[in-house]
């Protein structure tokens, strides 16, 4: 084998222990969501978090050093799986800004992010004055990123038939306050609201906002790429 043929050479698959690594990572920050949505913060340490994962503190403090960078980990998890779902859905160039509008809709009621345990997270971070800067330093990245998004779908949407034009940062702002509100009402009463019931409620206010150009737009999350809308029936 030639020195460029050792370059140009596949990287190896991961060793067992490698993945066995990766593997118990994982499992701690699983248990941590699982800690912090059972006992809040205040009631998640490394001990409980290690009971829970079926692992030993030394292993935890070995991954993760302290709490805190525990903490980091978990919410980077969170973010990074919610930035995957919004990119899938919004991954087809065809889409249209009201399907894309849709997209960031569809990604904050997908079961994977809007799920009773995973906002119990969130809600803990943003309700602990201790713990906002964590989740500013770590999850602020993808909010600015998710807003801007949405700023900039909303001015290519451009005024409705009336000539009627909102203020793009305002209107954005003000979807985020109401997804989060229904993600609020989502954890406290799970009866009356239901992440379906959620999001056909976030679908109705889009469709009042923008009524030229999302009424009837149901949704683009199980669209295949190049395929036309979804309609409601």
């Excluded at 913060?41 to 001990?47: D, E, F, K, V």
């Excluded at 990074?80 to 809709?105: H, S």
């Amino acid at each position: 084998m030639t020195f460029e043929d050792q370059n140009n050479a596949p990287e190896p698959p991961k060793t067992r222990r490698a993945q066995a690594k990766v593997e118990r990572r994982q499992t701690l920050i699983d248990a941590t969501i699982r800690s912090i949505a059972d006992y809040g913060l205040s009631g998640t340490t490394i001990a409980r978090v290690t009971e829970i994962a079926g692992t030993s503190i030394g292993l935890a403090n070995f991954h993760f050093e302290n709490k805190e960078r525990l903490f980091e980990a978990t919410l980077q998890y969170l973010a990074d799986e919610e930035r995957a779902i919004w990119q899938k859905f919004n991954g087809d160039a065809a889409l249209t800004p009201a399907e894309r509008l849709v997209a960031l809709l569809d990604a904050r009621f997908d079961a994977k992010i809007c799920n009773r345990r995973t906002l119990a997270v969130w809600f803990a971070f943003w309700g602990d004055a201790g713990a906002r800067e964590i989740y500013r330093r770590v999850v602020g990245t993808l909010d600015d990123d998710r807003l801007n998004a949405t700023v900039a779908i909303i001015q290519a949407l451009g005024p409705d038939p009336s000539g009627h034009q909102r203020d793009p940062m305002q209107t954005a702002l003000g979807l985020e306050a109401f997804y989060d509100g229904l993600w609020l009402n989502h954890l406290l009463y799970p009866a009356e609201f239901k992440r379906l019931g959620c999001r056909q409620r976030a679908i109705e206010h889009l469709a009042a906002l923008f009524p030229a150009h999302v009424s009837g737009l149901q949704t683009v999350a199980s669209r295949a790429p190049g395929a036309p809308p979804q309609q409601r029936t």
